[in-house]
């Protein structure tokens, strides 16, 4: 099972920012929070991961709580282009032994708003 | 392009039929897995490659199902004998792991099987 909890669905507005919640509260240590999206009839796409330290990149934001146990994605000025659905992941990626399989949850669907 | 490609795109077969998908991973990429999503749902495990060795097959696999990556490069996905309950969008993903570090996965377009 997902080790995380996101709502179904969200609305935004075209230019607006989008910020998406995700609950995280199992996480443990060496595990980061990690980002991915997919846009309806493709595969997911990787945006975004992180520890404990608020990470920017060119497409996102994200900011994880001090305790860890949520997490917000932020898409600074949504398009319409970035209606999809969201996952939130937590994985460890340094363990070598470990498969590093992704278990997606169901996701939240982001529908950007003209 | 230099991402994961998967092919075909689209296959819709009959019941009881053989099918093959093929996925080519990023080229010094180590990692193949794959993953089958069904609609409104994520996608779920299926299997995964650390160069030829296949080190892990989830329950999801059922004996109908084969996947081979032979040289550690390319991979194939076979299902015999197909039912309607296969028909599933399969994703293929791979990424490199250097020394105890897994980088983040990328992701094909996946294989849409419709089974009639």
């Known amino acids: 099972d997902a080790k995380t909890t996101q709502p179904t669905s969200m609305d935004c507005a075209e230019g607006r920012a989008a910020n998406l919640p995700c609950n995280h509260s199992t996480i443990s240590g060496n595990e980061y929070v990690y980002w991915y999206r997919q846009i309806h009839s493709q595969g997911p796409q990787y945006i975004i991961h992180g520890l404990k330290n608020n990470e920017t990149n060119e497409m996102a934001s994200l900011i994880i709580t001090e305790d860890r146990k949520s997490s917000t994605l932020i898409l600074p000025h949504a398009t319409l282009r970035d209606t999809a659905v969201y996952y939130c992941?937590?994985?460890?990626?340094?363990?070598?032994?470990?498969?590093?399989?992704?278990?997606f949850g169901t996701g939240t669907l982001l529908a950007v708003q003209p | 392009d230099t991402g994961v490609s998967q092919n075909p795109r689209h296959k819709i077969t009959k019941r009881g039929q053989n099918v093959t998908f093929r996925c080519d991973p990023i080229?010094?990429?180590?990692?193949l897995y794959w993953y089958r999503q069904t609609l409104g749902q994520g996608p779920e495990f299926l299997t995964y490659f650390q160069n030829e060795a296949q080190l892990e097959k989830s329950r999801l696999l059922s004996d109908r199902f084969s996947a081979e990556r032979p040289k550690g490069s390319f991979s194939t996905l076979e299902i015999q004998r197909t039912e309607q309950g296969d028909s599933a969008m399969y994703l293929c993903?791979?990424?490199?792991?250097?020394?105890?570090?897994?980088?983040?996965?990328?992701f094909g377009q996946g294989t849409r099987l419709t089974v009639v």
């Open positions: 992941i937590v994985q460890n990626p340094h363990y070598g032994g470990a498969t590093n399989k992704l278990i």
């Open positions: 993903a791979s990424s490199l792991l250097t020394g105890a570090s897994n980088t983040e996965a990328f």
């Open positions: 080229s010094e990429h180590n990692r």
